[in-house]
């Protein structure tokens, strides 16, 4: 065991990676000498050389297309997307092409890319730096979508979606990046698309993933407070869904709150909601509420605040379970 | 004014030889064919042409849902497709059929995927790495550019042109107003990959003439870059060859990627579905007819007296392979059911097979309620 901060974790884990398999390359804008913006691939370069770690002309949808290419060639390409409101000019590549060659090509070929993408607010920066996109992503078949709430599921997760035959879109939260966590360097995490009761509780589920995890714990440890004993549900994985723990979950306790940064309307809730009164609906004791950022941009970074749910709406959406 | 001609021109369209002065470096290498080869050209030309022709008619008589002609650019695709070597890779578009039967495509596949049974049509690897058609414009541009530069990342040169690799990517000039063409000669110039990008400039995208894309010659447009643009006479095959080949062994010897224009014309519409009368001039389109690539190097190879009995068995070939296709398109059988859930992803998906059992059981209730 060690104490390291996701964006550490992320560090070791491509490191491990790309000494397991030399067909492993990383690609993107600054990820070289700069080591990122958030240094995650930092020393990668002056370890694995410029062969291994390719600093990309400034251009997204170039990133992507030459990483089919290199996909076609052999390699593992592990692309960073600087920040996520940038990736739209990658968007074509990922889904008309990444996401479908495997079954244009009807199998013959894989397509082992993994697409790095720090996401989420909470860093009191510009327009187009705090976006959650997401649900396009997971909108798109042919992709699969993760992302790790803490260091020791990003070391692992990371070396898991490097080692899947098909395209993983990354998600990292950002606001993650530096709260250091405990990361088992022996023993691997869980599957890839696994999700897991983070805390146990009786009252209600709580779901979300990513950067929500840390706000819902939050929120379950000032509920105890009041006498509410609140579940916990790390998705980790969005596309696909592993619905037997969120299932499981609502069974016991009747009562389901999602939550995420990502506009509400068409957002992930959207898609837990309904699978879970598919799923679960002679448990329910009140419909599953949703708990998201509004349906509005991102706001300038003053407002940012107002814009993300904080435990306190999240507690808000538990009264209103609860008062069913 | 032909001093001044930036075009590359051996034959002209009598088919007679006039090299044009920019056509000096390739002389040597278009003078290295002989008539065998220049035969075997016509002979792909020939049969690309019936293919086309076939597949046109088959669409008309809703056999397929679309056919994107080829007719008029087949010296561009033969010339450029016969230069490559067969270990190069090879990134088309949607029109390249002429390079789709060079390097061994069944024409049937092609028309599969225009029929709506395959997105893809034919196993890259068993077809000297030609890969499948790419229907967003300008997309394979960039995959052609990354599996250049994993070629580079592979091995250093060897410097045996038998064996260094070279990618040869297809677009039109509709594609360079689009952004991944640009990012691709980016990276490949950045890179200094072993490629070479060519754009069959047959003057029409769509309905939109290349005026509009381009207020300027674009094989100009390489020298921005930082690479090397060369004009060819898309309608001679010799000189299609010859500047196809010197770009490719430059770029396999690793002196990085150059940007080919061919000069050429769509004959036929863009698709079956558009109907080019409303967008173009009959003396626009004579003035091209007149310029047919297969009537050029016909003539030539009459003038170093082919007989007569080499154009009929080309002919006669031409007419098989036509009514080949026709038997073998009536064949086409409707793909497996399976196929929509099959290659989604290659690892265990939840979602993927909970709705493929769903739909089976879905079937099934059919026999049963009745």
Not at chain 1, 21 to 33: A, N, Q, S, T, W
Not at chain 1, 197 to 220: C, E, K, N, Q
Request: some cysteine; overall charge negative; aromatic content about 8%.
């Amino acid at each position: 065991m060690t104490q390291l901060p996701l964006a550490k974790a992320l560090n070791a884990g491509l490191r491990r990676a790309m000494e397991d398999d030399p067909k492993v390359l990383l690609m993107g804008e600054d990820i070289g000498r700069l080591g990122g913006v958030f240094r995650v691939t930092d020393g990668l370069l002056a370890t694995f050389g410029e062969n291994r770690v390719l600093d990309t002309p400034l251009a997204e949808s170039g990133i992507v297309g030459t990483a089919i290419g290199l996909a076609i060639r052999g390699y593992r390409p592990v692309c960073e997307i600087q920040f996520d409101g940038f990736i739209w000019p990658g968007f074509d590549q990922i889904t008309s092409h990444l996401a479908k060659l495997t079954n244009r090509l009807e199998g013959r070929e894989r397509f082992p890319i993994v697409i790095r993408v720090p996401y989420g607010g909470h860093i009191g920066s510009i327009e187009h730096h705090s976006e959650s996109p997401e649900t396009y992503f997971a909108h798109t078949p042919g992709l699969r979508v993760v992302t790790p709430s803490t260091p020791n599921d990003g070391y692992w997760m990371i070396q898991q979606a490097i080692r899947s035959d098909d395209p993983v879109i990354f998600f990292e939260p950002k606001s993650r990046y530096w709260p250091k966590g405990e990361v088992d360097l022996e023993t691997p995490s869980v599957g890839l698309h696994v999700s897991r009761v983070v805390r146990t509780g009786s009252d209600a589920t709580l779901i979300g993933y990513g950067p929500m995890v840390s706000v819902l714990l939050a929120a379950a440890e000032i509920a105890a407070g009041e006498g509410r004993n609140l579940e916990v549900v790390d998705l980790r994985s969005l596309s696909p869904i592993d619905w037997d723990p969120v299932v499981a979950s609502v069974e016991k306790t009747g009562r389901a709150v999602v939550a995420h940064e990502a506009p509400g309307f068409l957002g992930m809730g959207a898609e837990i909601a309904a699978g879970i009164s598919e799923r679960a609906f002679y448990s329910l004791e009140a419909p599953v509420l949703r708990v998201a950022g509004f349906d509005a941009p991102y706001p300038p970074a003053k407002l940012e605040k107002l814009y993300l749910p904080d435990a306190d709406r999240v507690l808000d959406a538990v009264d209103r379970t609860l008062a069913y | 004014m032909a001093s001044t001609d930036p075009t590359v021109r051996i034959i002209g369209d009598d088919g007679v030889i006039a090299p044009t002065e920019a056509a000096e470096p390739y002389l040597e290498r278009a003078a290295a064919l002989d008539e065998e080869r220049l035969v075997g050209f016509l002979t792909d030309m020939v049969h690309t042409r019936a293919v086309d022709v076939e597949a046109a008619n088959l669409q008309r008589q809703g056999h397929l849902a679309l056919w994107a002609p080829s007719y008029g650019q087949e010296a561009a695709q033969i010339g450029s497709s016969r230069a490559a070597r067969a270990q190069d890779a090879i990134f088309p578009a949607y029109r390249e059929h002429g390079v789709a039967l060079v390097r061994g495509v069944d024409p049937v596949d092609i028309v599969r995927m225009m029929r709506g049974v395959t997105h893809g049509g034919w196993d890259p690897a068993a077809h000297g790495n030609f890969r499948p058609y790419t229907l967003v414009i300008g997309s394979q541009t960039l995959h052609a550019t990354g599996y250049a530069m994993g070629i580079r990342l592979d091995a250093p040169v060897s410097g045996d042109p038998e064996r260094d690799e070279a990618v040869l990517v297809y677009f039109g000039d509709g594609a360079t107003a689009q952004g991944d063409t640009n990012e691709a000669f980016v990276f490949a110039a950045s890179y200094q990959t072993p490629q070479v990008f060519f754009l069959q400039n047959n003057h029409w995208a769509i309905s939109v003439p290349v005026t509009r894309q381009s207020r300027t010659p674009l094989y100009k447009r390489a020298s921005g870059f930082g690479m090397p643009g060369v004009q060819v006479d898309g309608n001679d095959v010799l000189a299609v060859f010859a500047v196809t080949g010197a770009l490719l062994d430059d770029a396999r010897a690793g002196r990085g990627p150059a940007l080919i224009e061919a000069l050429t014309y769509r004959i036929g519409a863009h698709t079956t579905a558009d109907d080019p009368t409303k967008y173009r001039t009959d003396e626009e389109l004579a003035e091209w007819t007149a310029r047919d690539p297969l009537l050029r190097l016909r003539r030539h190879l009459e003038q170093r007296s082919v007989g007569a009995e080499v154009f009929e068995r080309i002919d006669a070939e031409a007419a098989d392979i036509a009514s080949d296709l026709r038997r073998k398109v009536l064949a086409v059988q409707d793909p497996p059911r399976s196929l929509l859930f099959e290659h989604v992803y290659h690892e265990p998906h939840p979602l993927i097979a909970a709705e493929q059992a769903w739909l089976t059981d879905y079937e099934a209730s059919y026999g049963e309620s009745s």
